[in-house]
């Protein structure tokens, strides 16, 4: 491991001999001193500090940068086979720490062990991507009235940032990471200061597993480090999930150096229910899901039950038409004071 860490003061005993990464991860190397400043990550389940972190700031947004352009170059220099094999190995080792990236996650927002469990995503695109690595191939079209033929190549971007929210760092790693290294960039992953740790342990595995330092750089930060990210000349590509006014910004700062973007937004999901159905069920499902899973901020924890005539929540049953029941979680003090 690249990083050193202490015993996180949670109260969690099964966490007692968990160690949390604290630094950026930049160059394959722990920098633990930013131009960011610190953040102290509270565990949202005890309300304690249980490890303060460094956050990148524009200084180490730009050596990240620098830093993957230089592993792009190094990764595109081995062969699609040597690629593909140590995407292979980056499987198997997320494999074998399955069960540390759940307590990491827990550790990051709180999410139950029973949902914490996203590294097996992680693991399974990796191996997808992998058989990708060799089979880029291009196309050609002929020239009507000529014997020309138009020759297109599929190339790599170079460096791409990925902007992480708190509560899928993991999946947007698999959804958005794994085919990008496959593809032959280097990225750099910015988590939120509000769940870094998972999304570190993946960056140090990276460098475990013999990918060329700084291809997977890892720089925990708020919104001045994400707008640094998204503005800096060096980033070809941007994949940005998050909400709708954030990424309004991000097209904003994108738009400065005609950078493309890709972002994954969306509202929150529903449950809708028939007549036919078991309301008691139903609604217990939802109740159960929503505050639990991702603490009620993931795309697949139903925020809205809706019923056709009734709407049923563990504590109270009421039958009074249509009705629509609005299920939330609070994951963190900033997110608490936005309550409305």
């Known amino acids: ?135 880029p191939h291009g196309a050609s079209t002929p020239v009507s009235g000529s014997f020309d033929v138009n020759l297109i190549e599929r190339e790599p971007y170079g460096v791409v940032g990925v902007i992480a929210p708190w509560n899928g760092s993991l999946v947007v790693a698999a959804a958005c990471v794994a085919p990008a290294l496959a593809a032959g960039n280097a990225v750099v992953l910015k988590p939120s200061e509000f769940a870094p740790f998972a999304a570190l342990r993946f960056g140090e595995l990276c460098s475990e597993v013999g990918l060329p330092s700084g291809l997977v750089n890892v720089v925990p930060s708020g919104p001045d480090g994400g707008a640094a990210l998204v503005r800096h000349p060096g980033i070809r590509k941007i994949h940005f999930t998050g909400g709708t006014a954030t990424a309004r910004e991000v097209l904003r700062e994108a738009a400065t150096n005609l950078t493309p973007v890709v972002a994954e937004l969306g509202g929150k999901s529903a449950d809708i229910v028939f007549d036919d159905a078991d309301l008691d069920l139903a609604a217990a499902i939802s109740a159960h899901q929503a505050p639990s899973c991702n603490p009620g901020r993931v795309a697949r924890a139903p925020a809205v039950f809706w019923s056709s005539h009734r709407c049923t929540t563990p504590s109270s049953t009421s039958s009074s038409g249509p009705s629509v029941q609005r299920i939330s979680a609070i994951h963190s003090i900033p997110q608490c004071r936005s309550v409305r």
């Not at 990083?3 to 996180?8: E, G, I, L, R």
């Not at 249980?50 to 200084?59: S, V």
């Not at 062969?79 to 996650?105: G, I, K, M, W």
């Open 1 to 135: 491991m690249v990083t050193t860490t202490d015993t996180p003061t949670t109260g969690d005993d099964r966490a007692a001999s968990l160690s949390l990464p604290r630094g950026l991860l930049i160059g394959g190397d722990q920098l633990t001193q930013s131009s960011g400043g610190t953040h102290d990550h509270i565990y949202p389940a005890t309300g304690q500090i249980n490890a303060t972190i460094a956050l990148a700031g524009a200084t180490e947004i730009d050596q990240a940068v620098t830093s993957g352009w230089e592993a792009h170059r190094e990764w595109m220099s081995f062969t699609p086979a040597r690629r593909r094999d140590l995407l292979f190995d980056l499987a198997e080792a997320v494999h074998a720490n399955l069960s540390q990236f759940a307590q990491l996650n827990t550790h990051d927002y709180a999410v139950p062990v029973s949902y914490a469990a996203t590294a097996p995503l992680l693991e399974e695109f990796l191996r997808h991507f992998a058989g990708y690595v060799d089979k």
